[in-house]
RNA sequence: CGGGACGUGGCGCAGUCUGGUAGCGCACAGCGUUCGGGACGCUGGGGCCGUGGGUUCGAAUCCCACCGUCCCGACCA
């Protein structure tokens, strides 16, 4: 058997088309599928659990730095979202609206939510009234809208899940400390639980949130070498209080308007697994946020169901005694090499086989997703193994992703490189910028690569574009 | 929203050029033999060919419009 022929023989191979290996993939291992309306897609069972333990991790995180969760309207008036003009006009094309109650039609029409800054400094404006109220540290976790002309499933669709933090604070500089504090709870999420490597840093003026003082994120780069941005935390100033009127009386008893962060993380999260992990034979999760982390496939041998079921049976409630999410695939229609295959494909970290051979010598066989090395061990040390191996997946795959990004940082100082790295090579380019955001623009139209993040060192040297005095660090990339 | 490609059982496709009432592989169901890396045999079910118009005795096939998907651009988590 050679290594081509275990691989999963069903999907286009990454390297063929890209997008149409993601879409299959998605397909095939049943994360979502397409809904009838343009832009929309279902989150299916599997796709769903993923996304919990994203969503239940998160949520002690963010909970555990002292914000509480609450939930607003989906709908916000036109009004209120015209007081913002910069946050009206980058959201407007995106923006679905609902014009009709049954037969009647609204005297204002409702804008179904494409973020909730407008219909929370509202609210705020009500409940703050000292600084004895701050800071108001809320989250909700909801439904968004925007009505994208190019979709893809998870990556960009019409609707998506979403937890966006709204914070209100009595001083700008505690503002800006909550908006690194988020930003760094994201990347510790992110590269712990998900296995992916991440630069950060801040978006630049064209790229930043509409409404925003400044925006920071988190980005990584996905096999195609493509960036993605993965998370989101802005530091919105005065902006929307100013024009919600959140006003407070300060400790000198004079009336200020409160200092606001907002930042999210999406569904987005989910197709990065896909894009960052996925091989030719299907996903790989990580294992702390696998929906399945052990699946165990009995051998079915003559009367297996008499002889290797209960066997089976007796090892999946010892891990899931142990803490394993674990599920055994009994079906009988499927021979074992069918389900070494279909596991694969679904990303689960851990196959456990269990067969005649290895009950006489009370063993399991262990096989792992990520490198697909194979080793037998006894029953009494199943558990320790299990864990100790999941642990190194976790381990591993962070340093593979960590390596990949590191291999695809390109540092260059001439512009003609740049162009180079990005008709070939492509992924990061580390360089320098002097700011200037006419040379921002020059570089997307002749590379297409866009500012994914100002570092937070600085350098002396030249702009990479305009041969200028520069000392901003910024990786550039193609981005999704 | 511009440029291109494609829409035929669940999935992948052939048939479209040259109009004559739909086929293949996989999947699915039943039975039997199998099962340590996608087993095999036999039997069976399922599609008014994306939608709506038009041309024609007759349309998957020709014409028009719309919708959807994918790729490439402009816009965005």
Redesign the pocket.
């Known amino acids: ?1 050679n290594d081509k ?2 691989f ?3 999907i286009t191979p990454k390297s063929t088309d890209f ?2 290996w993601y ?1 299959e993939i998605i397909r095939k291992a049943e994360l979502a599928d ?1 809904a009838p309306m ?2 929309m897609m279902v989150i299916r069972p599997y796709g769903y659990a993923v996304w919990e333990h994203i969503k239940n991790h998160l949520d002690k995180k963010i909970k555990e730095t002292g914000h509480k969760n609450a939930y607003f309207p989906l709908f916000i008036p036109e009004s209120f979202l015209q007081k913002e003009t910069e946050h009206l006009e ?1 959201f407007s ?2 923006v679905a609206w609902v014009t009709h109650g049954g037969e009647d039609e609204l005297e204002e029409r409702l804008a179904v939510r494409p973020t909730s800054e407008a219909i929370i400094g509202h609210m705020y404006s009500k409940w703050i009234n000292s600084y004895r109220d701050l800071p108001v540290l809320i989250n909700q976790w909801a439904n968004i809208v ?1 009505w ?6 998870f ?4 609707e ?1 899940l979403w937890q966006e933090g709204h914070t209100a604070h009595e001083t700008s500089q505690e503002a800006e400390e909550e908006t690194q504090k988020m930003l760094s709870v994201y990347k510790e999420f992110i590269e712990n639980e998900l296995a992916i490597s991440l630069i950060s840093g801040l978006k630049s003026e064209r ?1 930043k ?1 509409a409404g925003a003082s400044a925006t920071y994120c988190v980005e990584a780069l996905m096999s195609d070498k493509k960036a993605l ?1 993965m998370g ?1 935390s802005h530091f919105l100033g005065q902006h929307f209080s100013k024009v919600f009127d959140v006003k407070f009386e300060d400790r000198n008893q004079e009336l200020q308007y409160v200092w606001q962060t907002s930042w999210g993380v ?3 999260m989910v197709g990065a697994l896909v894009m960052v992990h996925g091989d030719d ?1 299907g996903l790989c999760f990580p294992p702390r946020v696998a929906p399945v982390q052990v699946i165990i496939v009995p ?4 009367d ?1 169901k008499k002889t290797v079921l209960p066997h089976a049976e007796k090892v999946k409630k010892k891990l899931e005694n142990k803490g394993f999410r674990v599920e055994l695939d009994d079906r ?7 389900k ?3 596991w ?2 679904k990303g689960v970290p851990l196959r456990l ?6 009950i006489e010598n009370n063993n399991v ?1 262990l ?1 792992r997703r990520d490198n ?1 090395k194979k080793q037998v061990v006894s029953q009494d040390q199943m558990i320790e193994k299990g864990h100790e191996i999941l642990d190194d997946i976790q381990k591993s795959m962070l340093n593979a992703s960590l390596k990949f990004r590191e291999d695809n940082t390109h540092e260059v100082n001439h512009y003609s490189e740049f162009q180079a790295i990005m008709k070939s090579k492509m992924g990061f380019v580390k360089t320098l910028w002097c700011g200037n955001p006419d040379c921002e623009a020059h570089i ?2 002749d590379t ?1 690569a866009t500012i994914r993040v100002i570092a937070s060192e600085k350098e002396k040297g030249s702009c990479v574009y305009c041969d200028k005095d520069a000392h901003l660090v910024v990786y550039f990339a193609r ?2």
């Open positions: 058997m022929s275990r999963v023989q069903k997008s149409k879409v397409y343009k832009g980058g094309p995106e925007r994208e002309k190019v979709t893809r499933p990556l960009r669709t019409a998506f790229e949130f941005q989101t999406t569904t987005r034979s051998i079915s041998v003559g297996w009988e229609q499927f021979t074992p090499g069918w070494f295959s279909e694969e494909m086989e269990i067969g005649p051979r290895d066989v096989v697909r997307k139209e297409k981005a999704y």
